[in-house]
């Protein structure tokens, strides 16, 4: 299997002249930036976010409503929720999938937002040591969540070779077919200079959710 042309980045729209500037950062990286002192922000980065949370500098950074500790403890393999949180927000992430995208939209409620169609070939020539793909959503576990750990994240050379084997023989759950699709793209650390890799850029207003080809 292929990945698609594009991927998308959704990003709040508050965000976007520092995304345009500085490049897309991954949560850690804003906490530190916005928490120097090193003790805040190093707890921050292992806790659970249950509210939209604006940061010193400026920077809004989103809730991790979906992720409660307690629901974590009880699909995680070998690493205990913070250990989670912490990985988690090491990474900047893409959709491969509109309808998903927009489903996060719902979630951002009345705020406005920017959707970055990316061309996918363009982030893999310059990070596809550091990209990893995912299964399933890992920033949802309500609701019978699928077991997870550090292998639910596949390196991308691993999944363009094999598939999904490393991730279900780290799980212990069925085997995944080839033709299962990734769900998210992640990209393990900052990708700076963003804007290289952006085909065209779609605001959505309040209420107004992505159509692939508005940009």
């Not at 500085?22 to 190093?42: E, K, Q, T, Y």
């Amino acid at each position: 299997m292929q990945l698609p042309e594009y991927v998308y980045h959704l990003a709040e729209e508050a965000n976007w002249p520092a995304i345009k500037e500085h490049g897309l950062l991954p949560a850690d990286v804003l906490i530190s930036n916005a928490l120097p002192d090193g003790c805040a922000g190093f707890e921050f980065k292992r806790a659970q976010r249950p509210q939209h949370t604006v940061l010193p500098t400026g920077v809004h950074i989103r809730d991790q409503k979906p992720m409660p500790p307690a629901a974590l403890a009880s699909c995680l393999i070998g690493l205990t929720p913070p250990e989670w949180y912490a990985l988690v927000n090491a990474h900047v992430f893409f959709w491969l999938e509109p309808d998903r995208l927009n489903r996060q939209r719902v979630a951002c409620g009345a705020r406005p937002q920017v959707v970055a169609v990316v061309r996918t070939a363009a982030l893999l020539e310059h990070f596809a040591h550091i990209t990893f793909l995912t299964p399933f959503n890992i920033g949802y576990a309500l609701r019978k969540p699928a077991k997870r750990c550090e292998a639910t994240l596949v390196p991308y050379s691993v999944w363009a070779s094999s598939g999904w084997h490393t991730e279900t023989r780290a799980t212990g759950g069925q085997p995944r077919s080839r033709k299962h699709k990734p769900v998210e793209l992640l990209i393990r650390g900052p990708v700076l200079r963003f804007d290289r890799f952006v085909r065209s850029v779609v605001r959505l207003q309040t209420g107004e959710l992505f159509v692939p080809n508005a940009g």
